[in-house]
């Protein structure tokens, strides 16, 4: 994985450590008030959400940069962070799922879920000649350092910091 990839997944994963730390904290300390835990439960589970967009963005925006002729990689780490919110809402709410009836919030994050796996499917699917790069995002190209001394994927042509034209 390239260097610029490291810094989203390390403030993603020290993101989710703290919401863990908290919960920790909530189940030790508000455990037994019930309605007070609940709200700090969906509150948790709403963060964690919220960490795994900034992350998507991020990331994305890394790989912009990193990976210019790979669209694909993008549109799969979308997919996957989509399917994980889905999943995450899906179990924070689940315990209300009765206001609902026929089993219809079962039947709705199942077809949201099932939308998101058939995308990342197709992705999958559409690109299986480069599954180990979509998956490992590993570096095809080599670097090319800029004069500037930023370093731009091998298939570069211009410097993505200055917009140098790469020897």
């Known amino acids: 994985m390239k260097r610029e990839l490291y810094a989203p997944v390390v403030r993603a994963i020290a993101a989710l450590v703290l919401v863990i730390m908290v919960k920790l904290v909530a189940i030790v300390t508000l455990g037994d008030t019930g309605t007070i835990y609940s709200a700090v439960e969906i509150a948790l589970s709403l963060a964690v959400v919220i960490v795994l967009l900034k992350f998507r963005l991020e990331f994305n925006r890394e790989l912009v940069i990193s990976k210019p002729e790979f669209p694909e990689a993008q549109s799969f780490i979308t997919g996957i962070v989509l399917l994980l919110g889905?999943?995450?809402?899906?179990?924070?709410?689940?315990?209300?799922?009765?206001?609902?009836?026929?089993?219809?919030?079962?039947?709705?994050?199942?077809?949201?879920?099932?939308?998101?796996?058939?995308?990342?499917?197709?992705?999958?699917?559409?690109?299986?000649?480069?599954?180990?790069?979509?998956?490992?995002?590993?570096?095809?190209?080599?670097?090319?350092?800029?004069?500037?001394?930023?370093?731009?994927?091998?298939?570069?042509?211009?410097?993505?910091?200055?917009?140098?034209?790469?020897?």
Do not use: D, H, M
């Open 86 to 167: 889905i999943l995450i809402v899906y179990g924070t709410f689940a315990p209300y799922s009765g206001a609902l009836p026929y089993g219809a919030y079962n039947i709705i994050f199942f077809i949201l879920a099932l939308t998101q796996v058939y995308l990342l499917w197709g992705i999958l699917n559409k690109n299986a000649y480069r599954l180990s790069e979509l998956l490992l995002l590993s570096s095809s190209g080599g670097e090319r350092t800029c004069s500037c001394g930023w370093e731009n994927p091998g298939s570069a042509k211009f410097c993505s910091r200055c917009g140098s034209l790469l020897q």
